[in-house]
């Protein structure tokens, strides 16, 4: 603590090991914390440690971290526990900019968003309480500002140059990590704490010898026009300097004006990032309160439900039981995490009062309409808000990237909780004697009920975004993933498919969708405030397809000693369950150049 209070002050690369790893191990505990596996946690945090000329090996478990960082003169071990697990996936995607906002300031370039300004704007902004907002509002100035020059280009040529310069990597992480390899301290083209905007203007007085080629290059972005700078520009080289002064160099103007300021300044007047700047963000960042009330989790969770149960095949009255259940369950599982009371407890409580309330639902309607009393499986329903998604699934992906004690670990979590829930399911069902035995047909038509199906996975996976604390453009990207692979996968497995295939596909389907929707964002052909993070798309698009009913009816009859049957459901829930993270592994695969190879 002395060497890190030391350094508080200073530029982080001139910081010594402790306070480097400070900064690494603060990243991951956070990253873990929201909720994403082990192989992510990683990443980022050797994503944070290469500009700093720092190795870390870590060790990554469900609630731990034991990281062994050294700068190749001195060595440091830091663990990190945390009292229990959760999802935050608002947090998971501003640690993205902030990483990309390190980077950037350390001369490394972004990793994970191709314009690098929405990053350096959100982290200005973190104490604003709607960050999308934030990254909207910036990310519509920035494309003003784009019109506005790109307008100003007479020639054909002049175009052409813009679009090159604004054109994305195919690849920009390993890019990235490419520049970054060449500009570590000690070769040539070493830049150490380097802001972003004046890397390139560095390059090219290292290349054109001296003062004047800066002076030129600084001259060129601040008035003259694109047609001067494409005739000095003649060889490969100096291209692509201009396309990176492009990119990089142009400050916003408006509302966001103030926080670019050093843009365009000479090194002189130029800062890194010191320590003190990095934990100050990484702070805001830790201590943001839900973007959702308890109240308002609730009612996301209650249409999350109520969509749930129509589309495994239930009518109104089982909707409406649901949604009730639901909704009281997991606003009383809200407030009772503000106490940090233990999980299984509070899964165990909340569970049972879902299932009361909706079953107490259906006896208020049965009244007045006795059909009501016939519906036995709703409650089954009004448990589905527990299910652990995302530790079910990264559990998987951690699998997939060898990491087997941290894949089993959560594997063993996700147990734990199905355990307790159906276990409370099943006690209150044999109180007030219920007997479930699936839904009855609805008897719509095939179109209509494809409809139907696309608008309530679309509610439904939006209610598992609001619980996963997704800001809401996140929420509906998610949605609209989700819309699509879950219909597909419904429609299919009326066709014959088995649904553990149907499974697989949507997953897969669900994998490429994120990817391709999050390379479009790199390439300008959305908006660059819509880069979210694949995990935070793909987890709540396929949530509504894990087998809450199969998992059920086997503790059912497993209470009821019938073993035979209780092994069958369990099986079925088994091979489903497996299949969802094997489709998005597979869709990582075909996507994703570090997971295609094993390096």
Same mark, same amino acid.
């Given at each position: 603590?002395?060497?890190?209070?030391?350094?508080?002050?200073?530029?982080?690369?001139?910081?010594?090991?402790?306070?480097?790893?400070? #900064?690494? #191990? &603060?990243?991951?505990?956070?990253?873990?914390?929201?909720?994403?596996?082990?192989?992510?946690?990683?990443e980022m945090m050797h994503r944070i440690a290469y500009p700093l000329g720092v190795h870390v090996?870590?060790?990554?478990?469900?609630?731990?971290?034991?990281?062994?960082?050294?700068?190749?003169?001195?060595?440091?071990?830091?663990?990190?526990?945390?009292?229990?697990?959760?999802?935050?996936?608002?947090?998971? @995607?501003?640690?993205?900019?902030?990483?990309? /906002?390190?980077?950037?300031?350390?001369?490394?370039?972004?990793?994970?968003?191709?314009?690098?300004?929405?990053?350096?704007?959100?982290?200005?902004?973190?104490?604003? &309480?709607?960050?999308?907002?934030?990254?909207?509002?910036?990310?519509?100035?920035?494309?003003?500002?784009?019109?506005?020059?790109?307008?100003?280009?007479?020639?054909?040529? +002049?175009?052409?140059? @813009?679009?090159?310069?604004?054109?994305?990597?195919?690849?920009?992480?390993?890019?990235?990590?490419?520049?970054?390899?060449?500009?570590?301290?000690?070769?040539?083209?070493?830049?150490?704490?380097?802001?972003?905007?004046?890397?390139?203007?560095?390059?090219?007085?290292?290349?054109?010898?001296? +003062?004047?080629?800066?002076?030129?290059?600084?001259?060129?972005?601040?008035?003259?026009?694109?047609?001067?700078?494409?005739? %000095?520009?003649?060889?490969? %080289?100096?291209?692509?300097?201009? %396309?990176?002064?492009?990119?990089?160099?142009?400050?916003?103007?408006?509302?966001?004006?103030?926080?670019?300021?050093?843009?365009?300044?000479?090194?002189?007047?130029?800062?890194?990032?010191?320590?003190?700047?990095?934990?100050?963000?990484?702070?805001?960042?830790?201590?943001?309160?839900?973007?959702y009330s308890p109240a308002f989790a609730g009612l996301a969770s209650a249409c999350a439900c109520?969509?749930?149960?129509?589309?495994?095949?239930?009518?109104?009255?089982?909707?409406?039981?649901?949604?009730?259940?639901?909704?009281?369950?997991?606003?009383?599982?809200?407030?009772?995490?503000?106490?940090?009371?233990?999980?299984?407890?509070?899964?165990?409580?909340?569970?049972?009062?879902?299932?009361?309330?909706?079953?107490?639902?259906? &006896?208020?309607?049965?009244?007045?309409?006795?059909?009501?009393? +016939?519906?036995?499986?709703?409650?089954?329903?009004?448990?589905?808000?527990?299910?652990?998604?995302?530790?079910?699934?990264?559990?998987?992906?951690?699998?997939?990237?060898?990491?087997?004690?941290?894949?089993?670990?959560?594997?063993?979590?996700?147990?734990?909780? #199905?355990?307790?829930?159906?276990?409370?399911? @099943?006690?209150?069902?044999?109180?007030?004697?219920?007997?479930?035995?699936?839904?009855?047909?609805?008897?719509?038509?095939?179109?209509?009920?494809?409809?139907?199906?696309?608008v309530f996975a679309f509610i439904g996976v939006w209610g598992f975004s609001v619980m996963f604390?997704?800001?809401?453009?996140?929420?509906?990207?998610?949605?609209?993933?989700?819309?699509?692979?879950?219909?597909?996968?419904?429609?299919?497995?009326?066709?014959?498919?088995?649904?553990?295939?149907?499974?697989?596909?949507?997953?897969?389907?669900?994998?490429?969708?994120?990817?391709?929707? &999050?390379?479009?964002?790199?390439?300008? *052909?959305?908006?660059?405030?819509?880069?979210?993070?694949?995990?935070?798309?793909?987890?709540?698009?396929? #949530?509504?397809?894990?087998?809450?009913?199969?998992?059920?009816?086997?503790?059912?009859?497993?209470?009821?000693?019938?073993?035979?049957?209780?092994?069958? /459901?369990?099986?079925?829930?088994?091979?489903?369950?497996?299949? *969802?993270?094997?489709?998005?592994?597979?869709?990582?695969?075909?996507?994703?150049?570090?997971?295609?190879?094993?390096?």
């Amino acid at each position: 603590m002395e060497d890190i209070e030391r350094d508080w002050d200073k530029p982080i690369t001139e910081a010594g090991i402790a306070a480097k790893a400070s #900064v690494i #191990v &603060r990243v991951g505990m956070l990253d873990l914390g929201a909720g994403t596996g082990s192989f992510r946690v990683r990443e980022m945090m050797h994503r944070i440690a290469y500009p700093l000329g720092v190795h870390v090996r870590a060790d990554v478990n469900l609630t731990d971290i034991e990281a062994a960082c050294t700068d190749g003169h001195d060595r440091i071990t830091e663990v990190v526990d945390l009292p229990t697990t959760g999802v935050n996936t608002e947090r998971i @995607w501003l640690l993205e900019h902030f990483a990309d /906002w390190f980077n950037v300031n350390l001369g490394t370039g972004s990793m994970y968003h191709s314009r690098t300004e929405v990053s350096e704007g959100l982290m200005q902004h973190l104490d604003q &309480r709607d960050a999308s907002q934030v990254s909207a509002d910036l990310s519509k100035q920035l494309r003003k500002e784009r019109k506005g020059i790109k307008g100003n280009m007479g020639s054909e040529a +002049q175009r052409e140059l @813009w679009n090159q310069a604004t054109e994305a990597d195919d690849d920009p992480v390993l890019d990235a990590l490419e520049h970054a390899e060449q500009a570590r301290p000690g070769t040539q083209d070493a830049q150490t704490a380097r802001p972003l905007d004046m890397r390139g203007i560095d390059r090219a007085e290292r290349e054109q010898g001296g +003062q004047t080629g800066r002076e030129a290059e600084y001259h060129a972005e601040r008035g003259q026009n694109a047609q001067s700078r494409g005739e %000095r520009c003649d060889d490969a %080289r100096e291209r692509r300097i201009a %396309r990176r002064l492009e990119r990089t160099q142009r400050p916003p103007k408006g509302e966001y004006a103030s926080h670019f300021d050093h843009v365009g300044q000479r090194p002189e007047h130029r800062r890194g990032v010191t320590v003190r700047q990095a934990h100050e963000r990484l702070d805001m960042i830790e201590h943001r309160k839900p973007l959702y009330s308890p109240a308002f989790a609730g009612l996301a969770s209650a249409c999350a439900c109520a969509a749930f149960v129509f589309l495994l095949g239930g009518g109104p009255y089982d909707m409406i039981g649901a949604f009730v259940g639901a909704g009281l369950g997991h606003w009383l599982r809200r407030r009772m995490f503000v106490h940090h009371l233990n999980q299984f407890f509070v899964t165990f409580v909340c569970v049972s009062v879902a299932a009361l309330a909706c079953t107490g639902m259906l &006896r208020l309607i049965g009244l007045f309409d006795p059909v009501a009393l +016939q519906h036995d499986t709703a409650y089954i329903g009004a448990m589905l808000f527990v299910i652990p998604g995302f530790p079910m699934i990264t559990g998987g992906l951690d699998m997939a990237k060898i990491d087997f004690p941290s894949g089993i670990q959560r594997v063993t979590y996700v147990l734990c909780i #199905v355990l307790i829930a159906t276990l409370a399911g @099943w006690m209150v069902a044999s109180i007030v004697h219920l007997n479930p035995q699936g839904f009855e047909p609805l008897g719509l038509s095939p179109v209509i009920e494809c409809l139907l199906r696309m608008v309530f996975a679309f509610i439904g996976v939006w209610g598992f975004s609001v619980m996963f604390n997704s800001p809401q453009r996140m929420c509906l990207v998610a949605a609209v993933i989700g819309m699509i692979t879950d219909t597909l996968r419904l429609e299919i497995v009326d066709m014959g498919v088995p649904a553990e295939a149907g499974a697989f596909i949507g997953a897969l389907l669900a994998g490429l969708l994120a990817s391709a929707w &999050r390379s479009s964002v790199r390439r300008g *052909l959305l908006p660059p405030h819509l880069g979210y993070p694949r995990i935070c798309l793909t987890v709540p698009s396929i #949530v509504i397809m894990v087998p809450g009913m199969y998992m059920y009816r086997a503790m059912f009859y497993l209470g009821a000693f019938d073993t035979l049957h209780a092994l069958d /459901w369990a099986f079925r829930a088994f091979m489903v369950i497996i299949c *969802l993270p094997i489709g998005l592994v597979m869709a990582r695969v075909l996507t994703d150049k570090s997971w295609r190879y094993d390096v």
